[in-house]
């Protein structure tokens, strides 16, 4: 093969002619060529060759086609001296230029960048040597690509019979391969290879290759051509018979045909993305319901059947958005507060953003009611970008519920899972099980024991649905469940969720939800605005504290509410509807009533026998008042209050501990034998159990013997065992809520509780004086006002006399006088 560098450029018969560079387009001497030319460097050549050079201009590829402006190198070296046949201007600027190739020719390589204009590039060029010659080998090449050409136009009715015999008149290769190249879809780098080399034979050699590939793409087109033909044939006469089968049906009465339902489900079923196991199921259930009548009932079942698997997102998943700021961003806006679960979900993002892929977390948020376990899991949806779906389990008794029934029930469904999924019509969303705690057990099953699998990662993967009969992929899900309590909930489903708790808000958190989003939610609601309506902080302050009880804010809500319409009517009502209705503090008793509740619960002054204890409750924490009385009696003990088997254990182990330890209270060994004691705790419609009472009643049965008043001001939490240790105790946070909210200053919790104490809010440990207690000594020393401080313990030691040791029941009526 001989290249162009063993040719020297030689005397350039035209020193000097105008350039234009061609994209995706070579040209080859002695043809001819109609180009749309646009470029402003390309028409001044064009308009430059017409005018000064003989209509002579020099055509040369470029080397990247998205080059605006190229320079020297980004052009090809070899190129085609062409003559301007035709010109035509057109409206838009451009110019249609007919072009015929003279021969090939090289501009300098040495010519200087610095005087390269690419606007308007003259150059200097050399025309190439031709070396045709015929001998035995080039006619037999002539001969052999003669016989592939017109095999060529046979196939490729493009090429026009008489343009095929032109070029087959020729018979010197290198005008030839000429001929041919510009006839053949190759691409314009093969062409540019094929004019750059020099020697006539090798270029008619590399034209042969290109023509046979030709002939076999064309082959191939011909026979998919072919193909496609007989398909749409095929396709005109099923379409014919359908329509005829059409007005068969409709001349029958009736009004649809039963093919054209069975059609639908294959092209549905055809571009359903779903797993293999799935989809031969389908297929299966398809081929029967082709072979059973309409009017049959069975065809009803698999048609619904049928239904369901097409309608499930088995593989479609919506895209997460895993923007970390944006979703804290959200999780801001629609809470406040609720630091945990933000976390929590915020790590998830950031993990799944790292990782690709995580198997979605099962999240537990328990709380009172009202605190937003509900509307968070909404938001954690929207800050996700994913759809949401709620499914309530408050009364579910039945396990179909949850798994479905199976197709041999008439009305049969899938459970509600793959129900919900339906609907959401994606397979990885936001699943909100709400109120899973409130599931009950019958004779039909144990719905908690269905959602085992359900809230398993490692299971999850192959849910089994009654109603599918299939293995369906669950685990893309993110599933949060609430709850209230947990007790209700077995174990096994505790061990497969991530238990984060929702605690009361504080009354400044209350505030904060109130002016942000409650008060603006409520005044929208009862249209209002803020030119017509005020609330006061004193009044949203007065309103958390004598109108509402609660650890959540729905009340709070609903008190608001009350308030925006009474204000509502009495603008309605007025004349002037340009006047500002304010609700403050001083006018809230005639807008919501007098008030429904006391706030600040302790005691107006030390009393004796009564001691201050706390509990937690589903509302959260609250106050719990601890009374005992003594009568002369014979050493009855006598427990009221609604109080459950754990409490009575403690009243009787706190009398049981005193007993004990008679003798360093200075009292009689037996004194128990001549007095009667009641204990009493009020609200005695409300049901009270659990351990943490037992140093309150310890404590209240503690003041009433020794005759010593307990502390107002003091509120306590512990067990209490029978050698005076103080045991750790639950809810904490909501008991130390409760004691702030009740005007407690100072607060006695067990040693082993210190750890909680990072839960509670800093406003709260300001405002408590919290003691830590290991033992009963010190709960007493702490509690009980005695007149020798440090000294409960006293006896004979001091003069305190114990109550009990005056209390017979020969001067029971004297005492009481005093």
Known sequence: MTTLDEFAIGQPDESRMPLMSLREVVMFPRSIVPLFVGREASIKAIELAVAQYDKKIFLVAQRVAETERPGPDDLFRVG?????????????????????GLYRASWSADYSKSTFDPDLPLVSVGRLPEKDSRNPEAEALVRTIHEALEQYGRINKKLAPE????????????????????HLKVDYLKKQEILEEADPLARLEQTYGLLQSEIEISSIEKKIKNRVKQQMEKNQREYYLNEQLKAIHKEMGR?????????????????????????????????????????????TVVRNYLEWL????????????????????????DHYGLDKPKERILEYLAVQSLAGKVKGPILCLVGPPGVGKTSLAKSIARAMGREFVRLSLGGVRDEAEIRGHRRTYVGALPGKIIYSLKRAKFNNPVFCLDEVDKMSTDFRGDPSSALLEVLDPEQNNAFSDHYLELDYDLSKIFFITTANTLHSIP????????????????????????????????????????ENMNISENALQEIIRR??????????????????????????????????????????????????????????????????????????GELLLVETALMPGSGKVEITGKLGEVMQESARAALSYLRSRAQMFGLKADFHKDIDIHVHVPEGAIPKDGPSAGITLATSLASTLLNLPVRHDLSMTGEITLRGRVLPIGGLREKLLAAHRGLITTVLIPEDNAKDLKEVPEA??????????????????????????????????????????SLLKEEYQEHTRH
């Open 255 to 299: 009004d649809e045909d039963p093919s054209a339902e069975v059609g639908e489900f294959e092209e549905r079923l055809a571009a359903k993305d779903m797993p293999e196991e799935a989809r031969d199921k389908a297929i299966k259930e398809l081929k029967k319901l082709k072979q059973i009548p309409q009017s049959s009932a069975e065809y």
């Open 80 to 100: 085609t001296v062409s003559k301007i046949l035709q010109m035509l201007k057109l409206p838009d600027g451009t110019i249609k230029v007919l072009f015929e």
């Open 547 to 620: 109108y509402t009880r609660e650890a959540g804010v729905r009340n709070l809500e609903r008190e608001i509410s009350s308030v925006c319409r009474k204000i509502a009517r009495k603008i309605v009502e007025s004349d002037d509807h340009e006047k500002v209705f304010h609700a403050t503090k001083q006018n809230l008793g005639n807008l919501l009533g007098v008030f429904k509740f006391r706030y600040g619960e302790k005691e107006d002054k030390a009393q004796i026998g009564v001691a201050m204890g706390m509990a937690w409750t589903e509302l959260g």
């Open 163 to 182: 343009t095929i015999l032109a070029i087959n008149s020729l018979t010197l290769p290198g005008r030839l391969a000429d001929a041919i190249l510009p």
């Open 310 to 333: 097409l309608d499930l997102p088995w593989n479609l998943v919506q895209e997460t958005d895993l923007d970390i700021k944006k979703a804290k961003t959200v999780l801001d806006e």
């Open 764 to 805: 709260i440990l300001h405002d408590l004086k919290i003691i830590r207690v290991e033992n009963m000594d010190q709960v007493l020393e702490h509690a009980l006002i005695c007149d020798a401080p440090g000294r409960i313990f006293c006896g004979r030691d001091t003069k305190i006399e114990p109550l009990a040791h």
């Open 491 to 530: 174990l096994p489903l505790q061990d497969r969720m991530e238990i984060i708790r929702l605690p009361g808000y504080l009354e400044t958190e209350k505030m904060q939800i109130a002016r942000k989003f409650l008060v603006p939610k409520t005044m929208k609601e009862n249209g209002l605005t803020a």
